[in-house]
Structure formats: structure tokens, C-alpha cells
């Protein structure tokens, strides 16, 4: 056996497969709810044909990449490179495993198992039973953290999570004044750009009255254009102000209470339990229920603290400032989950956490 051919054949692998999960990213924030593919043909050790994933009801990565190819009568000794399994069933469009088959591609490389129901496995069974040789899990934790988002739906049937806060260095996230909250402006406006690129590519946003009440956020892409994400208020008792600018800018709103359930204009209300151990789980309930497969949840403390308890979060952005307030404000909320990485951006140092225990 010759180890440097298979140890260049695995090389080569994983180097199209990164490839794969590159042309995914072309279409970040635009697949909902599909997961973001990519595909590669090659043949010859020369890549043929690529293609990606638009958006949903459109081609999939798979049908892109083959109808690139500029001589179909290469496919039949060529392989395909697809980082997440191609799908066996006809939903919006045609099922990719048959056409795989129908092409006559012999050889098929996949970076990881899709596990929604109407695929999980059955798409590399129907390539196997066809006589195509299929290799699984090349680069398999990259391919899945790729579609983070739509994993999280399809198996632990809720949105993916993210939360944001800012806090100063001595860990307040907000002042006080006379007794009351009040805007405390900590990371910048370069921070701001930054997570306004982020609210770009999730499906919803979430924050609670508090947040309303002290600094009538408008929750929108205005910094870096595109689509705004889907604006939710977890209001328990709806005690925020009738002309709040989430209530009365045009755009949806989505109110997540305990009082009513209606539709006012361009605002909904959603009525659910939000018993105090059970708080994140009910709102998440509520944006799921919106076709939402994920969200930024950008606080305040007592709503970022209940996400945290109940440990309903996949991913933190905290942003540090360089100075302290000075004097006792709203302390930040305390979390703990692995470090993943540190930057700088303006006066402040960020750390990104992921959630391990779920």
C-alpha cells in the first residue's frame, strides 16, 4: 500500500472540500431556510466545475456545480466534492442524488450527514445503492459548523442563539441615574457596523422591555444596508412605550407577552407562559414559531441573564471597553463557555465564546 498517495488523497480532499464550504459562504444569510452548500467537480486533480446554494427554491450546490461543467462526458470519471449530503427527496426542487447518479459521477465526497428528516442518510444510501463511491466526514466539524444555524433547528428543534452585549471594564452594562436606567454608550460606532453586518446574515433579534424603555432601539441593518432581521420584544406585561420606534417605524415587531394575542398594524402580539424558570425557552418558542432559525439576543441584563440560566445560547459576543464607569451601574451578566477568540475593535476587546454543554 502506498501511504503518500493516500496521505495526498486525503490532502486533496479536505483542499476541495474547503473549497466547498467557500462557495457556500457566497450566499451567507440568503439560503433561509435551507442550509448554505457548496459543490465542486473535479477531475484529472482539476477542478471542472463549481456552484453553491442561491437560496432557497432555486438549484441546489450540486446542480449548479454539474451543469458548469463545460464537457459533461467528464463526469463520468470525474468526483463531486458537496460539503453536506446530497438531499434523496423532491421538495422545491429535484432530488441531487438522483442527478449525481444520472450524470454518471462515480466518485462522491461529502463533508457531513444532513440531518433533516428527509435526507438523514438517505441520500449517500441511495448514491451507495446505485454503485457510486461515496467517502463521508471529510472536514466534518467544519461542514457543520457551517450550518451551525440550520443543526441547531433540525436537532434541537430551536433557533440558533447568539448574544451580544457591551460592558464597561469595571462590568456595567448600563448607568444609573436618580434611581433609574439610563443609555450607557460603550463600544462605538465601529462596533456597531460590525454587528449591524452580523444582524444582516441572522433571521430575528431579540430584547426585552428594559432595552426598549432606556434606549428605543430601532433593532435595524442601517449602518451596512441589506435585509433588517426580524424584530422580537420579550414584554411580559407589555410595559414599554406606545412610541417606542420597534412599535411605530413601519416595520414588524413582533411583542412576546403574557396579556394578549392580536395583530395591530404592523405589530403582533404573541401571549405565552413566560413562567421565570421557563422565560427563554417560551420566547424562543415564539420566534421559531415566526420561521425564524435564528437570533441575536441583544439584552438587557435580566433577558441576556434568563437565556444564560436556562443555557439556551450557542454562541457570545462581549464586547469590553478599555475604561471603567467609575461608579456602581447595571452589572453585566455573568457567563461561562469556552473561549474561541479575542479581538480588538475600537476601545474595546471582544471575546467570542461558544456554548460546549449543549
Known sequence: MNMTNIVTKISNDEAYMRRCIQLALNAEGRTYPNPMVGAVVVCDGRIIGEGWHHRAGEPHAEVNAIRSVADPGLLTRSTIYVSLEPCAHQGRTPPCADLIIRSGIPHVVVGCRDSFAKVDGRGIGKLRDAGVDVRVGVLEDDCRWLNRRFFTVQEKRRPYVILKWAQTADGYIGDIADGQASQLFISGGEAMTIEHRRRATEDAILVGAATVRTDDPILTTRRVGGGSPLRFIL????????????????????????????????????????????????????????????????????????????????????????????????????????????????????????????
Open 235 to 358: 414584554s411580559p406585561n407589555i410595559d414599554i412605550p406606545a412610541g417606542a420606534k420597534v412599535l411605530t417605524d413601519g416595520g414588524r415587531s413582533i411583542v412576546i407577552n403574557r396579556l394578549k394575542e392580536a395583530e395591530e398594524g404592523n405589530v403582533k402580539y404573541v401571549r405565552k407562559a413566560l413562567e421565570e424558570s421557563s422565560i427563554a425557552a417560551d420566547a424562543l418558542e415564539a420566534v421559531m414559531a415566526e420561521g425564524a432559525t435564528s437570533v441575536i439576543v441583544e439584552g438587557g441584563r435580566q433577558t441576556l441573564s434568563a437565556f444564560i440560566g436556562e443555557g439556551l445560547w450557542d454562541e457570545a459576543f462581549v464586547y469590553t471597553a478599555d475604561k471603567p464607569l467609575g461608579h456602581k451601574g447595571i452589572a453585566a451578566p455573568a457567563i461561562s463557555g469556552e473561549c474561541v477568540g479575542t479581538n480588538r475593535v475600537g476601545e474595546c476587546s471582544v471575546r467570542h465564546m461558544v456554548n460546549k454543554i449543549l
